[in-house]
């Protein structure tokens, strides 16, 4: 049968809708993100795998590495134990994953060495250069760091991360290389109080022999605020998204920039009103402009979700969920890179029910362009 070919008043209708689909430009309107697909990198029973935004993620390429801390847990409370640290590598974009344990990494109260002084400068500008930053679970404020020039293979350390004229630093891993023997960190001290939950910066030019503080972001919280994702957005334009809770018990994710790398800082947004009992986040830039904020949703429906800024985090929109289906708040703590091919990759850890362990997982997804 020959088609029939619309005249008059419905032509025009059709022209109408598909004008409207293509959107005012003529282009086609930017599809949504998408679930590419999901794994599991550790799952043993007895055993869980967790924690990842307390390590970190690197990527090269198709390489990447990314921290978590594993702990066994007592089959009659539930209860995780002390952790050790893993690290899991992927070769192929985080399709597979490999899990390592460099003896190196082995912490004193595991049995490894105490941490010395670092009497060497670190070269931050090597092609395989790694820092991990971790510190004791006793509460005393101490923390300490190693380092690799071959992503991660082998570590030097550990060595002592000094005070900095703080009561404590509870130590992560997050820092910005800038130069070769320039570095900034972003790290959480204890306050006044000497409970944890101060955001601060501090710098070295020494290749990490000395550290100066550069700045605390914000105020000093009544609750705490922890756990900055940071990303430079110019030569000195830095923005930071903070884990924050309240004294009475809400938590919500708030975001910070500054103008002058890293010593003052002001409120810029808050692109999660409220994360349940807390989660941090992973904030990223993508190969696009925007900003990408990943979290752990610790409230009902339990799941890791995405939020998307334009605007260099003055608003935010297009929340996304990355994976669902938890069955209780304790899940979260994602890192986010993204991949050459613009695929991004979220690694965080889950529950399921009937289980105690936790265990870590991985998301491919699709940010879509804008």
């Known amino acids: ?35 590419i697909d999901h794994s599991r990198i550790f799952d ?13 993620i690197w990527s090269w390429g198709e390489e990447i590495l990314c921290g978590f801390g594993v702990a066994e ?19 192929d974009g985080g399709r597979t994953w490999s899990v390592e344990s460099p003896p190196e990494l082995l912490a004193p109260e595991h049995g490894g060495k105490e941490p010395a002084k670092l009497d060497q400068p670190m070269d931050f500008s090597g092609p395989g250069f790694v820092m991990l930053l971790t510190h004791r679970r006793d509460h005393t404020g101490a923390s300490r760091f190693w380092h690799s020039s071959d992503r991660g293979k082998t570590f030097s350390g550990p060595y002592q991360f000094p005070m900095l004229g703080f009561p404590g630093i509870e130590a992560r891993t997050e820092y910005i290389v800038e130069g070769p023997r320039q ?5 959480t001290a204890f306050k006044s ?17 000395t550290w100066k503080v550069v700045g605390n ?36 994710i708030d975001v910070y920039t500054s103008d002058d790398n890293g010593a003052a800082w002001k ?11 807390g989660n941090p986040a992973s904030l990223i830039r993508l190969n696009d402009g925007r900003l990408c904020l990943t979290w752990g949703q610790r409230r009902k429906p339990f799941s890791i979700r995405a939020i998307f800024s334009d605007d260099e985090g003055k608003s935010w929109h297009g929340e996304f969920v990355i994976h669902e289906g938890g ?5 979260g703590y994602p890192r986010t890179v993204q991949r050459p091919d613009g695929n991004l990759v979220t690694v965080f850890y889950f529950n399921q029910a009937n289980r105690n362990e936790r265990f870590l997982a991985r998301t491919i997804w699709s940010p879509r362009s804008k």
């Open 1 to 35: 049968m020959t088609p029939r070919i619309q005249t008059g008043l419905a032509s025009r209708w059709l022209v109408v809708v598909a004008l409207l689909a293509l959107g005012s430009t003529g282009t086609a309107p930017a599809a949504p993100p998408a679930v």
């Open 44 to 56: 043993k029973t007895g055993t869980s795998g967790a924690w990842p935004a307390n390590y970190a």
């Open 73 to 91: 847990v007592d089959p009659k409370t539930g209860r995780s134990g002390d952790r050790e640290t893993r690290l899991a590598r992927s070769l």
């Open 183 to 187: 570095a900034t960190l972003f790290q």
């Open 193 to 209: 109080d000497g409970k944890e939950g101060w955001p601060f910066v501090a710098r070295t030019t020494d290749g990490g022999l």
């Open 217 to 252: 972001i914000g105020p000093e919280p009544t609750g705490f605020a922890i756990m900055p994702s940071t990303v430079q957005l110019a030569a000195d334009r830095l923005i930071t998204a903070l884990r924050v809770r309240e004294p009475v018990g809400k938590s919500w």
């Open 267 to 277: 409120y810029a947004s808050r692109p999660v009103g409220d994360t349940g009992t």
């Open 327 to 331: 069955v209780n708040p304790d899940l």
